[in-house]
């Protein structure tokens, strides 16, 4: 998919450097890092068939033109949350595969990441 030919954008912001460069969107890549990222394989395909574009945060990154009103789908907090902000992406969904004996930094600051999340997605603990 061309990314003129859509202007729905949406990062998912994983902090996995494997599967950058879209590389999250292979299940085969995916599955060897994670399966349980294997579930964004599927939801990546299904978009596409609405239209709808998924770019991992590096793929967006060195876009010269930047598209605008793209949604932010992070995993936990990534080195690129805030610059992907910084650009105008809206942070959309927050989530976070690990229990708070795993993420405990990342649950001890959720108070402070919720005012700009819109959905938050994480195991109860």
């Known amino acids: 998919m061309n990314l003129e030919q859509t202007n729905k954008i949406v990062i998912l912001d994983f902090d996995t450097s494997k599967l950058l460069a879209n590389r999250i969107f292979n299940p085969i890549l995916a599955k060897k890092v ?3 990222i294997l579930p964004t394989c599927y939801l990546y395909k299904e978009a596409q068939k ?6 991992t945060p590096d793929v967006f990154l060195s876009l010269r033109n930047k598209p ?7 995993h936990l907090i990534t080195p690129f949350t805030e610059k992907l902000i910084s650009f105008g992406v809206k942070p959309t969904i927050l989530t976070c595969q690990e229990s708070p004996f795993i993420a405990t930094r990342f649950y001890v600051e959720l108070k402070n990441i ?3 999340i819109g959905i938050l997605l994480f195991l109860r603990g």
């Open 68 to 74: 605008k009103s793209s949604l932010l789908i992070s």
């Open 50 to 55: 609405q239209g709808i574009q998924f770019l």
């Open 114 to 116: 919720v005012v700009y």
């Open 34 to 36: 994670s399966h349980t």
